[in-house]
């Protein structure tokens, strides 16, 4: 039943607010049946009547005998209301106006404590019955005790009493008030909520709706959490929509290829010697690049995981720029551009040989690739606080700005067309080169102008 947010708060709520409005109507009958006004006007009462009734007495008390006394206990009793007591200095009862109808007063106790003119005292007698009661002392020690019964109004009278219907009243009218408050509160603390909900139903649909940034804090964060997770899912998904797309486009070509000449080759149309041996050279060319396209993905995928060991040592990043050098010095010298290396010694690094050889590989190769016949590609390496950094720079035409941030997106090319041809990439081999760096916690970045050449820096931790 109350398994909503809403429902929930709605009903904590409403056990706290009846919580509370019932503390206060139990407090307020109880300090009502105590009727401390009219304990009050009892002892107000109580103290004039001691007063009156202790001047009559001093001025009657040298010649009056029990009788006498007797009868005018029993008149101040009747007029005043108070029951009226002697009391002799060895303690005993001389005179009380209720010694017929009341239990005995407990006299050593009234006149073993120490009173003072005005003050108030209580006991209680054998009925459970509670008196309150003041002493006036007279002359030859005597002691005049005027006591009453203290008032306890009964519950019964709080209801019956003019005072009772405003207080039922104003507490129905709090109950409403604090519920249509609550139910604000619930709808201002879950509408937030029900909000994300909704935006989590639509990115199920593929849609995402930003949530607008309204409510508590933690909602907020909630929201705003919210938006950059779908964010996010939205571009995953397009990149998988794009992958798949490129995947199926760099597969299409070779494999069209491959069955085209496997195609002329069964059917006769390459039966000579030389037709044969370009359909075979063909297919041949055509799988291998497949192989290559098939080999990078599951680098990627291995990357994306982190599941691609690593084969950690020291590594001299002079000699392993040289290495690299030598192996894609006959491209450079076929593209005629001019390769140098400017290079620091003694630059320690700790990493996977073959893993940083393939990254540097991949770099100059695309360097290469966007750098015309006569120009000019530069490898610097120096060290900057505790990285040692490479540079790869050529003169080549540029980045244009719109695609810097993007050079290393899986298939994407620079060039547009898609021909294929010799020297044409699949476009993954700068998205492996990034993976592999960021497996061996470094970077790298490309700050390009069009018509100005490309820089690639890569920093990489140096050895401990």
């Known amino acids: 039943m109350f398994r909503s947010i809403n429902s929930r708060l709605l009903l904590s709520y409403l056990t706290l607010i009846t919580a509370i409005l019932g503390i206060v109507t139990l407090s307020l009958v109880f300090f009502l ?21 202790h001047r ?18 029993e008149q101040a009793d009747t007029l005043l209301g108070v029951r009226v007591a002697l009391l002799s200095p060895d303690g005993t009862v001389l005179v009380d106006s209720r010694a017929d109808t009341e239990d005995e007063l407990p006299a050593h106790e009234i006149t073993s404590r120490p009173q ?17 009661y003041t002493v006036r002392t007279l002359p030859k020690r005597f002691t005049l005790v005027i006591a009453t019964l203290r008032p306890r109004a009964p519950l019964l009278s709080f209801f ?14 709090a109950l409403l008030l604090s519920l249509l408050l609550a139910f604000l509160m619930t709808r201002w603390i879950t509408s937030p909520l029900q909000r994300v909900t ?52 760099e597969l299409r070509t070779p494999l069209t290829s491959i069955q085209g000449f496997a195609q002329a080759i069964l059917d006769g149309t390459a039966s000579s010697g030389a037709a044969l041996k370009q359909a075979a050279q063909v297919v041949y060319d055509e799988a291998a690049r497949m192989l290559r396209l098939v080999v990078d993905l599951l ?3 291995r990357l994306d995981a982190g599941s691609m060991p690593l084969d950690m040592q020291s590594i001299d990043v002079k000699g392993l720029l040289r290495e690299v050098i030598e192996k894609t010095t006959p491209l450079a010298n076929n593209a005629k551009i001019d390769l140098s290396l400017d290079s620091e010694g003694g630059i320690k690094i700790t990493g996977d040989h073959d893993r940083l050889t393939q990254v540097f590989t991949n770099i100059f190769e695309n ?38 941030k993007r050079i290393f997106e899986r298939f994407y090319q620079v060039d547009k067309s898609r021909k294929a041809g010799a020297g044409r990439g699949s476009g993954l081999g700068l998205s492996i080169a990034k993976q592999i760096l960021k497996a ?14 490309s820089r690639f820096i890569i920093r990489l931790p140096l050895a401990q």
Do not use: Y
Request: net charge negative; proline share 6%; aromatic share 4%.
């Open 160 to 173: 019956t009493d003019e005072l009772f219907p405003p207080i039922w009243r104003a507490g129905l009218l």
């Open 56 to 73: 009559q007495q001093v001025a009657t008390l040298q010649n009056a005998d029990r009788a006498t006394l007797e009868n005018a206990a």
């Open 33 to 53: 049946v105590r009727n401390p006004r009219l304990a009050r006007e009892a002892e107000s009462n109580l103290l004039l009547a001691a007063n009156a009734l």
């Open 198 to 249: 909704a935006a989590a139903r639509n990115l199920a649909k593929g849609q995402m709706r930003a949530i607008p940034l309204d409510g508590p804090s933690e909602i907020q964060s909630l929201a705003q959490t919210f938006n950059e997770m779908g964010n996010k899912v939205i571009a995953s998904q397009q990149s998988q929509r794009d992958f798949v797309a490129n995947v199926s486009h």
């Open 116 to 132: 003072g003119s005005a003050q108030i005292a209580e006991f209680s007698d054998s009925n459970e019955q509670t008196w309150i």
């Open 299 to 301: 680098d990627l995928a």
């Open 367 to 404: 360097a290469f690739k966007h750098t015309p016949a006569g120009g000019r590609v530069k490898i610097l390496a120096t060290t900057e606080r505790g990285s040692a950094i490479v540079i790869v720079s050529d003169t080549g035409p540029g980045i244009p700005p719109e695609e810097v």
């Open 440 to 453: 061996h916690h470094a970077t790298i970045h490309v700050e390009s102008q069009p018509g100005a050449g």
